[in-house]
């Protein structure tokens, strides 16, 4: 990361007591803490070299341990861990919402592609349901038909809520969708993926009836009778001919 919140007043009252030079040492130890997004390792050797404080080693680990602390093989600062962390959920939640304004210039792209195509067409050709379309925006476009049913629109909120629901469920925001679509509901719950097979097996009674095959094996049994003695020798005779 290239930016942090610098909070000057705090800073100085921490750092009242340092030389200038002092302070120069410790600030570039943030600025390399922070441009690498990692905790500092324990190397002073390294750490002089790449803050150019080849001739003051007694000075970094003098700021070391007044202002991080040891951790393992690396040196840490509650401080750069909150912003970095912060930092991270916000690159990550500017990712989610560009994924999910794509899917939405995708979805509306697609609905003016078919628009065009069904204006053009002078033929009596009519799509089949074995007729996929190339990528998986008839999804979006059958979940949008749910909404525009209940009279909601299809916004960012809504997918960010169903995307996080998604993650829970460990699926992803397609098949989250699809659910939504078949449910004919316009919110999409963890729980219905891992619940699914108790609502299946209770939904779907077992028969109480006895499978017809088998009771017609057991009628046929009971009808079988024995075979004959002459029937039984004429048998044993022509295989001990074979």
């Known amino acids: 990361m290239h930016y942090y919140q610098h ?14 030079e002092e302070v120069g040492i410790y600030l570039k130890l943030l600025w390399l803490y ?13 750490l002089s070299m ?9 000075i970094v680990i003098g700021i070391l341990n007044m202002f991080f ?3 393992g093989e690396y040196w840490y600062q509650s401080r750069c861990e909150l912003e970095i962390s912060e930092y991270r959920d916000l690159i990550n939640d500017k990712s989610k919402a560009g994924k999910a304004s794509a899917i939405k210039r995708a979805l509306n792209k697609r609905s ?3 628009e065009q195509v069904l204006n053009i067409c002078t033929t009596d050709e009519q799509l089949t349901i074995n007729q996929e379309p190339i990528t998986n925006n008839h999804i979006y476009m059958d979940f949008e038909k749910v909404l525009k049913a209940k009279n909601k629109p299809l916004t960012q909120t809504l997918l960010n ?5 998604a993650d829970k469920a460990k699926i992803t925001l397609d098949d989250a969708i699809k659910e939504c679509c078949v449910r004919g509901w316009t919110t999409f719950k963890a729980e219905w993926i891992s619940n699914k097979a108790d609502i299946v097996h209770q939904t ?12 017609k094996l057991e009628e046929d049994a009971k009808k ?9 020798v004429k048998f044993q005779m022509i295989k001990g001919r074979k």
């Open 112 to 114: 003016t592609d078919v």
């Open 50 to 58: 790449k803050i150019n404080a080849r001739d003051n080693e007694d």
């Open 224 to 232: 079988a009778v024995a075979m004959p003695e002459d029937v039984k």
């Open 204 to 215: 779907v009674p077992s028969s109480k009836e006895r499978d017809p095959v088998l009771v």
């Open 161 to 165: 809520s169903i995307q996080k629901e």
């Open 7 to 20: 909070h000057i007043g705090d800073f100085i009252k921490d750092t009242a007591f340092l030389t200038n």
């Open 34 to 46: 922070y441009d690498t997004e990692n905790p500092l390792p324990n190397d002073i050797f390294t």
């Open 69 to 71: 602390k040891l951790k």
